[in-house]
């Protein structure tokens, strides 16, 4: 196992570095990775979650997924979506209604057979949360509107991927096609939407009174945090599994009941990585079982279900967006990122070639249109400005009436001018006190909650040796960055990254043994708190009046 | 997915009780794994397999990325002998006890490499609950363990050619040399270029790491070393700052994970202890639970430690590793330690790594220190009154003291590390090499008869502990914030509150920080 994992991690990571200049999403590279270690020069064989023949390595895969939903789960607050809503539930359930009919349609015109188009109408209507949001990520627009309305617009497709989850689950409980009737689908569609309704029961009830008190409770010890979460996530994956429900919807429930809870973002920081990990097992897997030569062999098929879903997707949301009264930058921009399949597709076919209600060849297909769309649409989204301005240009655009008038952003801005305070022991909490009685826009940080509390300014749980509480906080673009903890590693590297961003930073000196290594970064100010008490401690002497 | 779902409950339920008792977690994670067994289910060994090797190869990743320059730097002389003495004496003994229940020689070897080296993970966490890292005995200890894991790899590359004779021994050493050779070369060039230059986002960071530790896990392979070596040389090619601060926000919840899994999956790797085992590994346990403070102790006063210190050292050592533990495991898949062996140096990791917290606290040591030899000493008190009594003394401390006896008091000052101590007295301070909480060592030095006691001691329990001898003379001491100096007022001490002065010296620096922005931008 350790040597197929090192090979398809050493290989995965030389392809990654060596086409970073392209700016290709990560997973896409990893198929690519898989494509060759597997079908190219046979040197791994590793099965697929769902296939008879489970090793670890499928284990792994299937672990990655239902971290995914696990995350998506986490990441499904009301309050993200609040103000993009009405937009957001009219084109996600809108464009899944429209990209399926259509796509089902030519699915059939293409020649397959009722159930096979179904699953392919299926997997064109699916765009990728993952992929979006890395792009938006890496263009610093997960704030700006059409950043917003686009994972609006994901989340309410997540709640749809749920819904056809169930079906799948449903269609797929007596798993020999030919054996399918109509009452043992009922029956098991009735079982399937059962258990999807106690679960859902069962994880509101739980976000409000089971997980509460004990996540409060074990926040405290980061490892038992994370375990405890995951042991969740896994504990509702085989509640589904009871019901014959996906592991995913368990998952993804698991992570909705968390969602309610103050620990949630940090929870998905700490899992983000492992989560990172799994599924990149995941798509080179994927890589390794894609056929590529049935996939040549029907080009021209996935070429046509491209064109749709690059072209296709983003008209149908121009025409829905726009009906929202939205600018025409930002309809145009909202629509470019729904202009290719998603990882739920590949799962989805997969699912249904596992279950024997499709051909394998199908699942080459969609990966194949898989490979071209994300490709595609990574550049779409990436140049989104540019493509727009070209369009435009064009005058093609004013067949949708949009509204001439820009936008008002009203995008979160990050925190600027403002002063970080890190570590709120003793020190960091009089700093931060001090410092907002001074008038200074303060925010504080710490892993403890429980720290945070009666502070009179804002406040953020997190670990600021964490790239995304470092990005949250606006440290890097602050006043002043402050640190109270008295842990060595973590203020070096702040110091050092502060340093490198050019923003001037007091870090606190607890031990002169820490003092000349934070010289050495060229820290702004050290908190030399003992070498003071030393200086406090001899007016004490006097004012106590001790004379020689 | 049903055995993963049950190695996580029962890590959950581990860290439940190690949240609530404040004890390791390690060895409940091992011994929840091991109750797995009494439950019907079904184990899935591929699997178990792939875990254990996993997270060996993470363990060993984290245990080589702690080599940073910058704690390596400190190690000292006392870190050097402490360690070689720890290990080479814990081992003489575990080889000895093998040999006499009738182990085979190389058996024995592997039954003394088990126990000869203690563990990071406890020590580190204990350290860090007490807030102790910075105090000698911590840096002390630190580098005791470092050293300790250098010796137990290079030893572990020496048994992988065992069958092979001497020269593939030796020959096995030096390819373990060449490959951390590599990852010096590696930490200088490499792996800066890669994960700090090339500015990667956090997942393609993620995947670099890893690619670092499976490429030279994979050169192990190909030199036939044991994977645990090329996963240590990969921890070391990320340890100099700041690559491994970069990766480590990364790193630890992947780490966390595949760690959790790891000792819980070693617990459900071996079956329940039979009677032979529990005897063996229980006897093993109090074998390590009494030589080791006892070891550490004399050679840590020797070396020139406080008796304190040494104890307390001792103390913290006193378990087994978990490196130990891999090594144990090693040994198993080479058929040199038999499933039962096997099963109690896990239980004696269990009960050594379990009585840790137990045994390392204040009032344990200084039970032990009476019965320590260098401490029946009968000095006669010193010949001062109306001194200053100055307990600790840290860099700070020392301006404080010239300062002092420029203005013509008598200082005495107490400390517990011997070139401390020369320096004072070049100064021109009394000054006694010695445990400052020690009450012989404060009748020594008349505490009753000072002027004024000023204690810069690391903690709130030992001011307390001497306020009580210094009676009515004013005793001033510091304290970190508002809380501990709240306790100590409690026992009639003038108290410094660090918090309270390095708060008011920050906005003052702040505020002459913006007169001179102000003058610059009127200036301009």
Same mark, same amino acid.
């Given at each position: 196992m350790l040597y197929s994992l090192g090979l398809m991690i050493v290989v995965s990571a030389l392809f990654v570095l060596s086409f970073r200049w392209l700016k290709i999403p990560n997973l896409l590279i990893y198929m690519f990775a898989g494509l060759l270690l597997g079908p190219g020069l046979g040197l791994i064989e590793a099965s697929l979650p769902g296939e008879e023949s489970h090793g670890p390595i499928a284990v792994i895969s299937e672990v990655g997924i239902i971290l995914l939903l696990f995350l998506v789960g986490l990441e499904l607050s009301f309050e993200r979506i609040r103000d993009v809503g009405p937009v957001a539930v009219a084109a996600g359930l809108g464009q899944v209604v429209f990209t399926a009919g259509i796509g089902f349609g030519l699915a059939t015109l293409l020649g397959y057979e009722p159930m096979s188009a179904f699953f392919l109408a299926t997997a064109l209507t699916f765009s990728s949360t993952v992929v979006v949001v890395k792009l938006l990520d890496m263009r610093g627009d997960l704030h700006a509107l059409y950043g917003r309305i686009a994972v609006g617009i994901f989340l309410v497709q997540d709640l749809v991927v749920i819904v056809a989850l169930t079906f799948l689950a449903g269609l797929s409980g007596s798993g020999?096609?030919?054996?399918?009737?109509?009452?043992?689908?009922?029956?098991?569609?009735?079982? !399937?939407?059962?258990?999807?309704?106690?679960?859902?029961? +069962? $994880?509101?009830? =739980?976000?409000?009174? /089971?997980?509460? #008190?004990?996540?409060?409770?074990?926040?405290?010890?980061?490892?038992?945090?994370?375990?405890?979460?995951?042991?969740?996530?896994?504990?509702?994956?085989?509640? !589904?599994?009871?019901?014959?429900?996906?592991?995913?919807? +368990? $998952?993804?429930? =698991?992570?909705?009941? /968390?969602?309610? #809870?103050?620990?949630?973002?940090?929870?998905?920081?700490?899992?983000?990585?492992?989560?990172?990990f799994f599924i990149a097992v995941f798509f080179v897997t994927l890589g390794v079982n894609m056929n590529l030569g049935s996939a040549l062999d029907q080009w021209s098929t996935a070429i046509v279900l491209s064109l749709f879903v690059l072209l296709g997707n983003p008209l149908i949301f121009m025409i829905i967006i726009t009906r929202f009264g939205y600018g025409e930058k930002t309809s145009f921009q909202t629509s470019v990122t729904v202009a290719q399949i998603s990882e739920f597709s590949f799962i989805f076919a997969q699912m249904g070639v596992a279950a024997s209600l499709i051909d394998e060849p199908i699942l080459s297909v969609v990966a194949f249109v898989g490979l071209i769309t994300i490709s595609a649409s990574t550049y779409m989204i990436l140049y989104s400005d540019q493509l727009y301005a070209a369009i435009a240009w064009t005058g093609v655009l004013r067949i949708f009436f949009a509204n001439q008038e820009p936008d008002v952003d009203e995008a979160e801005a990050r925190p600027s001018d403002h002063v970080v305070v890190v570590g709120m022991n003793g020190l960091g909490r009089r700093i931060a006190a001090a410092l907002h009685a001074r008038g200074e826009a303060v925010l504080a940080i710490d892993v403890d909650a429980a720290k945070l509390t009666d502070l009179p300014c804002d406040t953020m749980v997190g670990d600021i040796d964490h790239p995304d509480v470092l990005d949250q906080s606006g440290a890097l673009g602050a006043k002043l960055v402050v640190s109270a903890l008295k842990i060595e590693n973590v203020n070096n590297l702040l110091a050092w990254r502060c340093r490198q961003a050019g923003v001037p930073v007091a870090i606190h000196g607890f031990d002169q043994s820490v003092c000349a290594d934070l010289q050495e970064l060229d820290v702004t100010y050290v908190l030399n708190s003992k070498a003071l008490g030393a200086q406090a401690m001899r007016a004490k002497l006097n004012a106590l009046e001790v004379h020689a | 997915m049903t055995f993963i779902a049950m190695l996580l409950l029962a890590a959950a339920v581990a860290y439940g009780i190690a949240r609530f008792t404040r004890a390791p977690s390690v060895p409940l994670l091992v011994a929840a794994g091991l109750a797995l067994k009494l439950l019907p289910i079904e184990i899935d060994e591929e699997l178990l397999e792939g875990m254990l090797l996993l997270g060996l190869a993470l363990l060993l990743f984290a245990a080589g990325a702690e080599l940073d320059e910058r704690r390596t730097r400190e190690l000292g002389r006392a870190s050097a002998i402490i360690s070689v003495v720890q290990f080479l004496g814990l081992g003489a003994g575990g080889y000895g006890i093998a040999w006499l229940l009738g182990y085979p020689p190389l058996t024995s070897f592997f039954v003394a490499l088990t126990i000869a080296a203690s563990s990071s993970l406890i020590a580190v966490r204990l350290l860090h609950q007490k807030q102790q890292f910075f105090e000698p005995f911590g840096r002390l200890t630190l580098g005791v363990l470092l050293i300790q894991t250098v010796l137990a790899l290079i030893a572990m590359a020496a048994l992988a050619q065992v069958d092979q004779g001497m020269p593939a021994m030796e020959s096995s050493v030096l390819r373990t040399l060449v490959l951390g050779g590599l990852a010096l070369l590696a930490s200088r060039t490499l792996t800066p270029w890669l994960l700090l230059r090339l500015g990667l986002d956090e997942e393609?960071?993620?995947?670099?790491?890893?690619?670092?530790?499976?490429?030279?896990?994979?050169?192990?392979?190909?030199?036939?070393?044991?994977?645990?070596?090329?996963?240590?040389?990969a921890g070391y090619a990320v340890s100099p700052f700041p690559v491994n601060g970069v990766i480590r926000g990364q790193l630890r919840s992947v780490n966390d994970f595949f760690l959790a899994m790891f000792f819980t999956a070693l617990g459900a790797s071996f079956g329940l202890p039979n009677l032979t085992s529990l005897l063996i590994g229980v006897g093993l346990a109090l074998f390590v639970l009494i030589a080791t403070p006892a070891l550490v102790s004399l050679i840590g006063r020797a070396t020139g430690l406080t008796s304190l210190a040494s104890v307390e050292s001792g103390l913290l050592l006193a378990q087994t590793s978990e490196i130990s533990l891999v090594i144990a495991l090693f040994g198993r898949a080479g058929g040199h330690v038999s499933d039962e062996l096997f099963a109690a140096l896990t239980l004696c990791a269990v009960i050594t790594m379990s009585a840790t917290p137990l045994i390392a606290r204040e009032e344990v040591a200084h039970l032990l220190l009476r019965l320590h030899p260098f401490e029946h000493r009968k000095d006669e008190p010193l010949d001062v009154s109306d001194h200053l009594l100055v307990l600790g003394c840290g860099e700070n401390t020392f301006a404080l003291i010239e300062d002092l006896l420029e203005r013509g008091f008598e200082v005495v000052v107490i400390d517990d590390d011997a070139g401390v101590?020369?320096?004072?007295?070049?100064?021109?301070?009394?000054?006694?090499?010695?445990?400052?909480?020690n009450p012989k060592i404060l009748s020594h030095v008349r505490i009753d008869q000072a002027k004024a006691v000023l204690s810069t001691l690391r903690r709130v329990v030992h001011h307390e502990r001497v306020a009580k001898h210094a009676k009515e003379v004013p005793f001033i001491t510091r304290a970190f914030d508002e809380a501990e100096a709240a306790e100590l007022r409690k026992s009639g001490e003038h108290v410094v509150c660090m918090a309270e002065i390095t708060t008011q010296a920050f906005m003052a620096w702040l505020d002459e920080r913006a007169k001179q922005e102000q003058a610059g931008k009127e200036a301009s």
């Open positions: 020999d096609p030919a054996e399918l009737d109509l009452w043992s689908i009922s029956v098991d569609l009735a079982w !399937a939407f059962g258990g999807m309704a106690l679960m859902l029961v +069962g $994880a509101v009830v =739980a976000s409000k009174y /089971l997980l509460p #008190l004990p996540f409060r409770w074990i926040q405290r010890s980061s490892e038992g945090l994370l375990v405890w979460s995951v042991t969740w996530c896994f504990a509702m994956v085989l509640a !589904a599994e009871a019901f014959s429900l996906s592991p995913e919807i +368990g $998952a993804f429930l =698991a992570g909705v009941a /968390l969602a309610q #809870l103050g620990c949630a973002h940090d929870l998905m920081r700490r899992v983000h990585p492992i989560m990172n | 393609t960071l993620l995947l670099g790491v890893l690619a670092v530790l499976f490429a030279f896990v994979g050169l192990a392979w190909t030199m036939e070393l044991p994977l645990a070596i090329g996963a240590f040389c101590v020369d320096r004072l007295r070049a100064l021109g301070a009394k000054a006694v090499l010695g445990d400052a909480t």
